[in-house]
């Protein structure tokens, strides 16, 4: 089991870019999560996914946009890309009733 | 959601136990006391939860308060792999249905350093 993948790893952006992270859920896991963790700090809760649909959404702004495909792997994507984006973009995935699972991440550098 | 106080940092020694507070004098009835850990240049991982009793798994201990106000992680033997940052995080509902609202609310943890 390759537990839950996240790609690509590290990613540079200009800024006012646009950029597409992608998730791959560990198998049997049917919710997904994104996570935005800055240096230092603890990772803030962005959105959650299930059944393709958007179910909860935290503080971020709609520059902040996501989808789950029919495979339950999911999507993230950012508008209009600021400086103050660049962190660790974290993944999680779990199973009703279960821990969440998380990726290691893409580290995103806006410049 | 209701918040958690944990210590900005906390030191051991490796081969001893390790105890970890948290603070949570908001807790709701319904409120899971979960732990999680990042250790560097990954994402976190699940340790423990519990909601009243003391529960023990293979990597931790978690201690409850009887008034639920407070717990506290217990690393039996600590060692240098368990240098980490520790999240202590309440959450409403053990995962229930998919579709619930059960993003996870971090704080700031506690960067615990072990010491050879």
Known sequence: DAGVTQSPTHLIKTRGQQ???RCSPKSGHDTVSWYQQALGQGPQFIFQYYEEEERQ?????????????P???????????LLGDSALYLCASRLRGTEAFFGQGTRLTVV | DAKTTQPNSMESNEEEPVHLPCNHSTISGTDYIHWYRQLPSQGPEYVIHGLTSNVNNRMASLAIAEDRK???????????????????????????????????????????????
């Open chain 1, 57 to 69: 959404r935290g503080n971020f702004p709609d520059r902040f946009s996501g989808h789950q495909f």
């Open chain 1, 71 to 81: 495979n339950y792997s999911s999507e993230l994507n950012v508008n209009a890309l």
């Open chain 1, 19 to 21: 950029v597409t992270l």
């Open chain 2, 70 to 116: 407070s717990s506290t992680l217990i690393l039996h033997r600590a060692t240098l792999r368990d240098a980490a940052v520790y999240y202590c995080i309440l959450r409403e509902v053990l995962g229930g249905s998919g579709g619930g609202a059960d993003g996870l609310t971090f704080g700031k943890g506690t960067h615990l350093i072990i010491q050879p």
